[in-house]
């Protein structure tokens, strides 16, 4: 376990249906999932920049009505932070500007690699799934 691995984050019990985002700079992978079933389903990737992207995740905010947010952030193998990681905190703290809902960070490293290696159609949607999925296995029951 590297230095710059994330603690498990300490998320209240009533905080059971959650949105996950693979952040990427042209798209940003989408899952959704919940405590109570302990995984996720990919959702239709968002292929918008800037404030498009969050018209687009408000809109999915209303449909699906989550708790809390998970956001997938990159490190380098060696567990430094990069210009990806900076960028995936800061609109970790959008989304919470915006929506006013809890956000959790989670260590995304390798999970669209393994999306492609599981054969995954839309890798962005996919990585969000295993970011997502990661997150809710590391939730006490």
């Known amino acids: 376990m590297s230095a710059h691995t994330l603690p498990p984050p300490v998320v209240p019990q ?23 079933l302990g995984g996720a389903q990919p959702q239709a990737t968002i292929h918008a920049q800037g404030a498009a992207r969050f018209a687009d995740i408000a809109l999915r905010l209303q449909e699906w ?10 490190y380098h193998p060696d567990g430094a932070p990069h210009e990806n990681t900076v960028r995936a905190q800061k ?11 809890p956000v959790f960070e989670v260590d995304e490293r390798y999970s669209t690699t393994e999306a492609l ?21 590391g939730l006490h029951p």
């Open 14 to 36: 009533q905080l059971q249906r959650f949105m996950a985002f693979d952040f990427g700079l042209k798209r940003t992978g989408v899952a959704v999932g919940s405590r109570m």
């Open 117 to 137: 290696a599981g054969g995954a159609k839309d890798a962005d949607a996919a990585s969000a799934c295993i970011i997502l999925e990661q997150f809710l296995r």
């Open 91 to 101: 609109f970790g703290r959008q989304l919470h500007g915006r929506f006013a809902l």
């Open 65 to 74: 009505e989550p708790d809390a947010l998970v956001v997938g952030v990159p």
